[in-house]
């Protein structure tokens, strides 16, 4: 929002310079982006009035004037196409210093002398204008101090408001603020209502009223086309950013930044019937003010007349209608539209205007009738004409409510830790604009006016107290609370200890995407239906993750493709489970590997891994919470996994996480040189451990036996240390697998398992007896639970 520091003063006149109004404004929450002036810094410039302006005689493209700065005469040779007797511009005296520090002397030019210069625009830093002399009003009085005149000692002042504040897109919101910070009135914009001269009206009929639920038109016929904007609006909306165009749509351009009410105004000899506002047909054609055609969407509101559309509502005109310098009868437009009737409408079609920013963010929707009757006073007083009676379509019911608010003078004190009297709280809030109505002991409810949209609730109120109380007045507490250390259980497994430790195993952590492609999804994981985003980034990222393991293949695809041979990767991440209970939020570990065994090295091998490298891993990281006899793995088949090479992990019971190489189908499909394993456990079940116990070391010596069995090739290991385990006595301190034999002397579907057991005894040296007692009670219950027998 830009804006001269003039335009505001003529509303409000706080005693304080440029910049303690920029400081104050900041600091309550209008933040200033910058302060410039409106002119560049010039002097000894003033109004001249061209008497003559003669060709050259050696030069077709200058003129010699005569110019009078009401005084005196000067002789000046200027090149500008529009220098003619009897306009009045700017003019610079010999001795005169323009921007950039540039002295005006007598020259000569083409054999003629020039006592000064006559100025553009450009050169007096006011615009980029060059196109020739800068015009001044016909009444400027001749002789007049250019900077007095047009009142250059001004500063443009830009304010990046918050979407928040769509009231202080304004001089009069801008305005009202710099008052209820100082104390000081505002002035009030003239609006008083013009009595119509003719009876002339269009109907206006809301077809879509949720959209816009009020609409004020005026017929305005005779006016004068061919005038000129006077100087003084020129220059407001110049210092506002807002080029000039025609009158009238200079004062639409003018009430908007006034006032804050977009408004439009018809040609409305262009119009067919009486007006509409209704949604626009789907493919519906409309050429805009800029000249682009658009095809409209269903859900865009449009006012119409009975043929076609003629706007798009609250966003920009139609050029077939629009005023043109031939134009002699208006339709002027003042409607109020619903923010959500608004917003996001423009960037669909790739546009932002004045209009939309106002409206989508919310406009006074009780200022409709003050702005018509303000803008038609003003063209009655530019460009003349005769103004019919206002005509207004309101639909109650959808128009918004007066919000009322409850507020707490304790829930003040609480929030700004600062006891304010509640005469001052009152004060502040009726400077705003806001009504109480005391509801109790230190109770208001508080009536929000019209213009504040984004006042709702009661903490809405306390940050308009502190905002205008000032926040730098507000005192700095250090808060006060009992802070009590919460006791951390040795037993859980802290996830900087299981990224550590995975990361001493040669892992590398990944981040990503917790939104995946819906195929690849299914490819993972064909037990649940992933969630749907409702508005996905892109294709590739349309479902929420039920598996870590997409994320970390596709992250495998990328090292790999990229010349990366040896890759280990881990993710600590959510994955999103629909379940009975609605959508599961787990916290999981996964990880993934491929390669070689060991990283290429001169004493290296160039084995790759296996099953059983990343089974090791896993067995390790269960390790970390001194409980990795709980777990178990058992053979179990999955979709992304191979079915030769897939296992559950199970604690308890109950699965907690899968094992095993993935799918070759799968890895040919994602381009994956294998092979490729995977595994994803449950993160609780790794971090809930166990406290470590000390168990004194024995000084006496253990007594091993090594047994060989032959048993189905079914069975697996697992299955048989459970058993040796039960029946191997308190004593039994380890129990090794060192031989895995199949074929020469064994009968198929058999296997040879060669098993150490290790005993010792914390007190004492265990007796032959007693180990031969507790091997042969081992031999018996593989036999008979296991169909095992001692190998020869």
Known sequence: MKFSEHWLRELVQPEIDTQTLVDQLSLSGLEVDDVEPVAGQFSGVVVGEI???????????????????????????CGAPNARAGIRVPFAKVGAVLPGDFKIKKAKLRQVE??????????????????????????????????????????????????????????????????VLNKVPVAEVDCAAVAPQIDDQVEATLVAANGCPRYLARVIRNINPGVETPLWMQEKLRRSGVRTIDPVVDVTNYVLLELGQPMHAFDLNKLEGGIQVRMAEQGEALTLLDGQEIKLNADTLVIADQAKAVAMAGIMGGEPTSVTSETTDILLESAFFAPLAIAGRARSYGLHTDSSHRFERGVDWQQQRRAIERATALLLDIVGGEAGPVTEAVSETDLPEVAQVPLRHDRVTSMLALEIPAEEIVEILTRLGLSLEVSGDRQWLVSVPSYRFDISLEVDLIEEIARVYGYNNLPSRTPLAELPIAPKSEALVLQGRIRSHLISLGYQEAITYSFIEKGLSAQFDDQHEPMALANPISAEMAVMRTTLWPG?????????????????????????????????????????????????????????????????????????????????????????????????????????????????????????????????????AVIEGQVSRFSELSK??????????????????????????????????????????QGQGIEPGRKSLALGLTWQHPSRTLTDEEINSAVSAVVSALGTKLGAILRD
């Open 552 to 684: 970390l293949a596709k992250a495998l695809q990328y090292n790999q493709h990229r010349q990366q041979p040896r890759v280990r990767l881990f993710e600590i991440g959510q994955r999103f489970v629909p379940g009975d209970e609605g959508l599961q939020q787990q916290n999981v570990v996964a990880g993934i590997i491929c390669g070689s065994r060991q990283p290429e090295g001169w004493n290296g091998g160039s084995d790759k891994v296996d099953f059983f490298d990343l089974k090791g891993d896993v067995e390790s990281l269960l390790g970390l919470g001194s409980c990795a006899d709980q777990f178990s793995f058992a053979a179990e088949p999955h979709v992304a996994l191979h079915p030769g090479q897939s296992a559950s992990i199970q604690r308890g019971g109950k699965t907690v996480g899968r094992i095993g190489a993935l799918h070759p189908s799968l890895q040919k499909s994602l381009d994956l040189t294998g092979p490729v394993f995977l595994f994803e456990i449950e993160l609780d």
């Open 114 to 179: 020039s006592f000064g210069m006559l100025c553009a625009e450009d050169e007096l830093g006011l615009s980029d204008d060059h196109g020739g002399l800068m015009e001044l009003a016909a009444d400027a009085p001749v002789g007049a101090d250019i900077r007095e005149y047009l009142k250059l000692n001004d500063q443009i002042i830009d304010v990046d408001l918050t979407p928040n504040r769509g009231d202080c897109l304004s001089l009069v919101g801008m305005a009202r603020e710099v008052g």
């Open 700 to 741: 006496f010596p253990e007594s091993r036996r090594d047994l060989a069995v032959l048993m189905n090739v079914e069975t697996h290991f697992a299955q048989l240390r459970e058993v040796v385990v039960a029946e191997a006595g308190e004593h039994l301190k380890q129990v090794t697998l060192f031989d895995v034999y």
């Open 51 to 77: 008497i003559s302006a003669e060709q050259h005689p050696d030069a077709d493209k200058l003129r010699v004037c005569q110019v009078s700065d009401g005084s005196e005469e000067f002789q000046i040779v």
